[in-house]
Structures are given as structure tokens and as C-alpha cells.
């Protein structure tokens, strides 16, 4: 069983950058794909980005792709999300997730953060 902490939110003006952490305690982090997935006020959480076990593979929403960059270090068993060029409906709760599967349905990920807080001011 792996423990995750998000970190690294904030309150940012549009077209601002912020990068994200989700650290790992209690488990093999390099066992398990992680990602990154999202939930603004009254709409449902939706997938924003995907990382294989070694990093080689990666996935994107189409609403984030070529402004965010997903990334990991198995060492410091930490999980990135780096994100550029912010709008406005980036505003958000950001949560990491573990998952056996590179995959984007939230369902088929086993373990969640507490989420972080993106806000973006346009």
C-alpha cells in the first residue's frame, strides 16, 4: 500500500506556470503507474495525465496536452506535474493516483492523494 501527498498549489494569474509534486510513502513506487487527475467545484473528476513505471510512456487529456508535462523520479519516489501557459478553467483540485495500469479511468486506480488546490485568475 503506497501513501500519497500532493503539494505545490497555489493561487496563480492566467498564462502563469506552476509544478506540482505528489510524494510516496509506504510502498515500491516504482511498481505502479501513477496519475494525475482533477476536479473543479460541481463538475466531476476528470483525467489530466498519465506516467508509466519507468517514464517511457505517457499520456494526455487533450485539454492539457502541449501545455503540461507529467513526470517522476523512482528514486525520490515523487510524481511532477509541471503545467505552463494556465487558463482560467485549469482551476482546480489536483489529485495523484497509483494504478497497476496506464490507464485514464479514475476507477481502475487504487490509491488517491488528499489533492492540491490550482487556482487561476484571469
Known amino acids: 500500500q503506497v501513501q500519497l501527498v500532493e503539494s505545490g498549489g497555489g493561487l496563480v494569474q492566467a498564462e502563469a506556470s506552476l509544478r506540482l509534486s505528489c510524494a510516496a510513502s509506504g510502498g515500491t513506487f516504482s511498481k505502479y503507474t501513477m496519475g494525475w487527475f482533477r476536479q473543479a467545484p460541481g463538475k466531476e473528476r476528470e483525467f489530466v495525465a498519465t506516467i508509466s513505471r519507468t517514464g517511457g510512456s505517457t499520456d494526455y487529456a487533450d485539454s492539457v496536452k502541449g501545455r503540461f508535462t507529467i513526470s517522476r523520479d523512482n528514486v525520490k519516489k515523487t510524481l511532477y506535474l509541471q503545467m505552463n501557459s494556465l487558463k482560467a478553467e485549469d482551476t482546480a483540485a489536483y489529485y495523484c493516483?497509483?494504478?497497476?495500469?496506464?490507464?485514464?479511468?479514475?476507477?481502475?486506480?487504487?490509491?488517491w492523494g488528499q489533492g492540491t488546490q490550482v487556482t487561476v485568475s484571469s
Open positions: 493516483a497509483a494504478s497497476g495500469k496506464l490507464v485514464r479511468a479514475a476507477y481502475e486506480y487504487d490509491y
